[in-house]
């Protein structure tokens, strides 16, 4: 009877100094855990489904004598959780804009664009799309940490789409294009303009 009065005596102790021992450690655990959590890339933190980031999309504009332009990007989908809580957190939405939608493809230039008379340079480009908290979206193209940034005139589509869809389409002008992209309820749209097809322009033979 001493004997297992004795042993409860002692389980209760040690059950005691892991008590403490845990409220000691909690802390520390919890703050590793957040520490690991911060560390993941953005990639891991804001992950796509797979079957959609892995399909490479394009489309291209070829003007003979003049050059080519081209852009490829992921099909991202539409996730209007995410999108609200960017507009409500400043540091999500600069992430978004700079690491996941902003970049989510390559451009290649090969003659000059205009647009709302900023002009882009023949180059090579990273691609993607920003977006503001008043539901405001701009193409972007980067050099480094340089951003040339084409607004995109928004409306509310009857018809959503859930991933991202970009369409390069000819005008009646025959210098002038316009590029659209449509995810989720928003559709943009944006005039380029190709200088070297201006009427009056040298073109070569």
């Known amino acids: ?20 021992c845990m409220r000691r450690f909690a802390p520390v655990l919890v703050t590793c855990l957040v520490a690991a959590g911060g560390a993941l890339s953005p990639a891991t933190a804001l992950a796509h489904d797979p079957r959609t980031t892995a399909k490479q999309l ?11 332009f081209t852009f490829e990007y992921r099909g991202l989908h539409f996730n209007p959780e995410m999108f609200e809580r960017a507009r409500t957190n400043p540091g999500f939405m600069n992430l978004l804009n700079t690491q996941v939608w902003g970049r989510m493809g390559r451009a290649t230039l090969g003659f000059e664009l205009v647009s709302r008379g900023l002009k882009v340079a023949p180059g090579d480009y990273d691609f993607g799309i920003n977006m503001t908290p008043a539901e405001e979206f701009s193409v972007v193209l980067w050099r480094g940490e340089e951003k040339k940034e084409l607004r ?36 943009g749209t944006v005039e380029l303009k190709v200088p070297s097809l201006a009427e009056g322009h040298a073109h070569k033979p």
């Open 58 to 68: 394009s489309q291209g504009l070829d003007v003979e004598g003049v050059g080519r």
């Open 1 to 20: 009877m001493i004997d297992s009065l004795q042993l409860d005596s002692e389980a209760r102790i040690h059950g005691s100094e892991r008590e403490v």
């Open 152 to 187: 995109l005139d928004v409306e509310r589509d009857q018809k959503p789409v859930p991933y991202l869809t970009l369409a390069l389409m000819a005008t009646s002008a025959p210098d002038t294009f316009v590029l659209e992209a449509r995810c989720g309820p928003y559709r």
